[in-house]
Structure formats: structure tokens, C-alpha cells
């Protein structure tokens, strides 16, 4: 290490000291020091220990990270030219060391930079920065999963909070976290392994659907109700409709202008949430039916285009809304399950209602908008006893004693066709012919199967097709079963004729 300052055209000395030292690959190399001469020198056996450390492959001890810290930034920026110094990683090093409040402010901009909303963003940051500040973390070198699991399991205790509010503090604590390891403020995400729990056991705000006869009588009664939160009560009567007709969250209702629907022709009606105000952040189009397109043509006749549609007051709460005209209409807000009919209750709604009415799956996820159909049938379709009553009835009618009284009564008694159908009788002379569909109605005896039968067992088709070989049995032969018929054999049919005598008529 040499110590030195330059002399002018006179041969004085002039300016700072240099230190010059060889670097890496033993190349000289020189940098401007300071005014004082023993700052200068104490910088030269700084820099010394430095490039002994990368050439050695060691990393950097405490001492040598708080000197690197404290140099002035040209002379930092001197040794990254000289490869002795990473200035993003010593930046990221820093930024680490910074507090988690202000880390946190930083994450906060990065969502807003993805497109999230600003609920979003305040309502993760506040999450993350509670159960940090129960876990007592500062820094990030503090957040360890044992520790944050503690807190987060004392917070649940202490705030009286469910399964599905303890996972919503737990996924913004591992967003955070995983945000600083994609950032390489950490070298892993200390947070990864902590699951989320099981929000089915312990629902504490379990929604239910309205039916059908409470959801006109709700309509009914909003139309007729005087002004609440600044829309009278037609227009809430349309807002709720609207509502259960498109799936729309709250939101996403307000955000609705007057350009937002195309209502020339009620069969072609629609109406646009523009991509900023819908959840998923693109642009949704949902078609209206033309009862609903001539109401909301109607009510706005005389606005505007960028007028709002539903002109709702800045503190407008939807429940609180909701909860009154229900209370107006005689229906319960909460029922003795303890399910509750809030506004988002009323996409609980729509979904039940397309179940209901036999919506394909399809059809009805896309109406809802969700990226998955257990999304819509799982978790928003909310059937009961009825409806599964209701699909039993569905089923055809197996009960064998009513068909032996219609038999008895004709006279025929056991000797008609166990399926139903006229093939002839079963027992006595003569065979009967298979009208089964999958044979494509041919009446045929077993002495007239194709000749691609197997040999040694007549009448059984040479495929690889389970229905043919192994059709179902018919409700008819379930009946003859549950009389206490036995096998097939008792029905007439031979177990190695059973794909050629299958029963057309209810198969």
C-alpha cells in the first residue's frame, strides 16, 4: 500500500491523498482518500483487509460490514468498479436492517405496482403488521416460523378470531415474507411451512341463500319502503336484483355508471365492470334479462352518461342497507343456525338458484367468476334437505311390490319380461329376442349371433366394451331381485347370455 498526493506543474503537493494497493489479479489500482493523511492510510489497511477477504473467498467480518457502511459513496462506489464491493447486495443488506414497518410500507407499493386496490393493500399490511407486533418481531432477521406461529395462535385466542381470520393474517404474513425473499433481503423464506387451518371446522360467519318466495317478498317490500341511504326504494328494489341477476359484489355495483349498460335491445341488454373496480382486475360483461333491461332503461331516462348509477352516499354500508329492508320485509337477518344474509349472501344466492334450476356447471361458474367450479358448487351453492329430497324423487321408482300387484292384477303374474318390454315369455318354449339399444334394436336368438361370438359360449359378443359385456341391470330385474328372486337365473336369463338378453326398454 502506498500513500501519496499529486503535485502540480511547481512540484507541490495538491488535493487529497490517494491510496494505492493492488487488487485482484495483482493490479494496481488507486483511490482517492482524504485531506488528512492518517484517515487516508487507515483507508489503504481497510481496503487491504478487503481484497484479503475476496481473495480468500471469506465473507466479511462485523468490523469490516460497519466500515464498508460508513465510507463515503465514491469511495464505494470505486471499489464495486474494482469488484471488491457488491453495491446491490450491500444495498439489499442495508434495506434488510431497516425496520419492518418500513419494509412493510415498501411491500405495500410493490401490490400496488401489481394492480392491487387499496383495500387490498391496507387490509394485508394491517394484518402482517399485527402479527408481527404480537410476535415482537423488528426485524427481519426476527421473524421465525415458531415465533410467529405463537403469536398468531395467542392472537386468535386473545381477539376471539376464527379459522378463516387466522389464515387471512397468516397469508399476509407469508406474502410479506415471501416478497423479501423474492427481493433477496432474505436468503429463504423463513415462512413457508406455516399452514394455513381448516376454515370448514370452525365457521363463524356461515351465509345462507334466500329463497325464492323471500326474495320477491323482499323486492316487493323494498319497492314499496320509503328512501334509504340516498336511493329510494325502486332503485334498491333494481340494486338488489341487479345484484342476484349478475352476481355483482358491492363494489363492484357502486363503481356501475350509466354508460356502463347497453340497453337499446332488452334481449341483447349487458352491463360492464371496467377491469380497475373488478376483483380479479380485467373487464367483466354480464348479459340482463329484458325485465330487468326495461326497469333500469326507465330509471335512467333522464341521466347522464357518466352519471353514476346508483348514486350511494360516501359511507354507504351494504349490510346496514340490506339488514334494514330485510328487517321491512319480515325477513330474518340471522336464522337459528346462525347463518347470517348479508349482501354478499345475495351471490350466495345467485349461485343457489342456478343449482336450483339445473344451470349447467359450466355456465353458472362463469356467471360467477370463479377460477374454479368447487369454488361455485363447494363453497357458494348452498343446498339443504329439500334439494337432496327433491333429487332422490328424481331416481326411478325401484319398489318391487307395486309391480307384482300390476302383474297380479293383469294376470300375468311372473311370466312377463322382468324389463318391462313384450320379448315373449321367459320361461316355455321359444327364446327371447334382445331389443337392447347397444344392439341396435335387432331381435335375435342366440342361434342367430354373429358369428364373431366366442366359442364355447354362445350368444356373449367378442368386445372389449364393459357395457356389453357386463350391461346394468334394469329396474325391472332390480325389482325381480328384491322379491327374492335370486340371481338372473331365476328371471330366465342365463348368466352366459346376460349381454345378449339385456332389457331394452328401461336400459
Known sequence: MNVFRDKDKHGKP?????????????????VTGFSDRKLSEALG?????????????????????????GIPKTVRSRLAEFGLVDLRQEERRVTAALPLGALLARWGETLRGRGRTEKHVGLCSQRARALFRAADARTLEDLDPERVERALRELCEREGLGAASSNHYLTAARGFSR???????????????????????????ERRALSAEEARALLSATAQAPERFGLDGRTRALFYLLAIETAFRASELRSLRVSSFELFDPERATVRVDAAYSKHRREDVQPLRPELAQELAALFRDRLPAAPAFPLPKAWRSAAMLREDLEAAGIAYEDESGRVLDFHALRVTTATMGVRAGMPPAALQRLMRHSTPSLTFGVYAKLGRDDTRAAVAMLPDLTWSRTSEAQRATGTGDTLDPCGGSAGVIRGQGAARSTHPMHGGARQTPAEAPRSAVAGAPGRTRTSDPRIRNPMLCPAELRALGRGRGGVGEMGLEPTTRSTQSCASTN
Open 45 to 69: 489497511r481497510a481496503i487491504e483487509r478487503l481484497v484479503a477477504c475476496k481473495a480468500a473467498g471469506e465473507p466479511l467480518g462485523a468490523e469490516l460490514q460497519r466500515w464498508l457502511e
Open 179 to 205: 416478497w423479501a425473499w423474492q427481493s433477496r433481503l432474505l436468503a429463504e423464506d423463513p415462512l413457508r411451512g406455516l399452514k394455513v387451518l381448516n376454515a370448514r371446522t370452525d365457521r363463524r360467519h
Open 14 to 30: 495538491r488535493g487529497r491523498w490517494r491510496v494505492e494497493f493492488l487488487g485482484p489479479r495483482e493490479i494496481r489500482r488507486r
